[in-house]
């Protein structure tokens, strides 16, 4: 027998009352004078110390119905030998932390020793697991392995531990948690679940998802932070990097930890000189975006000091690597320099930038390497090309044809294999035209998504074409129309390529585009969805996914030395931070990977922090050894199910039932005799 609260038995001791009740027999204090007794003799009071108890079996219920009083207070149930048995041993999930911010210090052998300290504890009836986080949990020893081979469990844990390292990613602890709950297996479900969180617990890890889940209520987390010997320290992050400006400007967030100790620091490029370098300070608790000094030997890496962590000292810069692409102009090479000519304006719009380098080429003849696009206005090619341009557009080309005349319709209809195409000028008599439908949501025109760039109004187009299709089979789509309701823009996937025709060209006989802020944007939207991308390369921290071309095979270089053969369609994530080089069949380039920015805030917090979530944690009884809140739990479940205190109720009640009945005749047989 047990009892969920045993202090309530103490008031059994409350018998005493009936029993004294039941000595003292206070004679009746009143007295009424009757005639017919002035004759008889008055007996002589028994003195207190000779009273003799009576009425025993008055007396016995009474106390027994505060007996059972206090043992319905006390809540009995009846524990089973299983629980009992099970109620020892318990299944251990280690959490072990190998998130950047453990770099520190020795916190990672102290993080190891304490990991070896837990399961050494541990019974050979309990179940042990371990696994390590920083972005997502790791399992290393499962509840699994465990229980099939448990006598080698000490051995295969150190020899795991052993071959662990701290890494550079984040630490998402809330992620961890998350996974770590169904860790616990169904053999772990009669046992003491809780899991041993072994970490630095830093202000930069993540808790937000664990308000998105109900912690489990018979699991307990016991958190054994790891502190640092100081947590001064400073920490950079890249802010910007305006890759258009000639120096390729680099910004940099540095930031200080609150009440720091530490002032002074240097920005400076890594091996590079050191009148170059900028030496300031920054108060505790500051963050300040500074320019990087000035780059004279091109490092790809810079560096802060000034304090004992460098970790987090280090942002590493992907040198520009402008991609190139080939343009050709099917036309007259010696219209370059033309002011009226569209090779003019084309030659002057496509500018290198930081990410590409357009090579632009021109010539009445296909080249004999295949361009990435290729650009019709101004004259008609010969029909014997006709055939391998619809090749090339078919085989994966972009080509942007400019409709100049009723020539060009039987070039149309063989790139669209639609028949009746007709040309035609315009009216001649018409002032001019404007753009009055313009499918800006469409990729080919994306730039004009920014409003900034949507407002055509000023945009005069003085000679279009007049371009009739039967398309019944909808191969080519109207991306644009003039006020006259005609097609201005018209586009189509001709098999694996795109085709864009214009009725309208964009030098000044023809409209104001060349003229205009939209022309380059235009030309760079274009060149995007032909997979050349002007938008500068994303920031991309550990833990990221390297951007890559599903199309193709990699060789990835990881800042380690590290090779790996990647086929097509296979990713990879960065493991760490520095410079990856990728090469494919046809481009190599180098992508900077930085530390999170917010492994640099190592102040910690209060493991209380956790309880906030709804997470259950370890406390200080039970670390003493003495009642957890687990057993007290496993008790009130049990009493809850067995409801035990009914039956006490339903005895007392019957007690109390007998003994009013027996005081009631007892008074009855007093009466009586007097």
Partial sequence: MSWLFPLYLA???AIIAPILLHLRRKPPQDRVEFSTLMFLDASTPVPVSKRRLENWLLLALRCLALILLALMFARPFVQSENAGASSGDKATLILLDRSASMRRDDLWKRGIAEAERVFKEAKITDRVALAVFDREMTPVWTFEEDRNTPGNRSAALQSRLAELAPGWDATQLDRALIAAVPAFDSSTAKLKKRIHLITDLQ????????????????????????DAATNDNFSIALAARDEESAEALVRARVS????????????????????????????P??????????NSTKANVLALTGDRYDFDNRLFIAPPQPRAVRIHFLGDEATRDEAASPLYYLTRALQPTATLAPVLTAGKAMPAQKPDVLVISGSTPPANLHAGLRDFVAGGGFLVE????SADAALLQTLTGISGVVIKDEDANEDYRMLADVKTEHPLLKPFADPKLRDFTKLRFWKHRLIEIKDEGGKLETLAKFDNGRPAILSGRIGKGTLIVLASGW????????LSTKFVPLLYGWLAAAGFSHDPAATLLVGDALPLDAAAAHTVKEPDGK???????????????GLYQVRSEALTRVIA???????????????????EYGIKLAGAAEKGGGETSDERLTAADTEQRQQSWWYVLLILLAVLVLETWVAGRGRQTTLQTA
């Fill in 11 to 13: 008031g059994a001791a």
């Fill in 203 to 226: 202000e930069g890890t993540r808790l937000d998802a664990l308000r998105t889940m109900a912690w489990p209520a018979e699991l307990t987390l016991s958190v054994h932070r790891l």
């Fill in 256 to 283: 200080n930890t609150r009440d720091s100790a530490l002032r002074d620091f240097t920005l400076a490029w890594e091996k590079g000189p050191q009148a170059d370098a900028i030496a300031t300070q920054m108060p």
């Fill in 285 to 294: 608790g500051a963050s300040r975006i500074l320019n990087a000094p000035p």
């Fill in 402 to 405: 400019v409709a100049g005349s």
């Fill in 507 to 514: 030098h000044p006989a023809d409209s104001q585009l060349a």
């Fill in 563 to 577: 090779v790996h053969e990647l086929k097509a369609g296979m990713g990879f994530t960065a493991g760490q931070a």
């Fill in 593 to 611: 990977v930085n530390l999170p920015p917010d492994e640099g805030r190592v102040l910690p917090l209060a493991p209380q922090k956790l309880a």
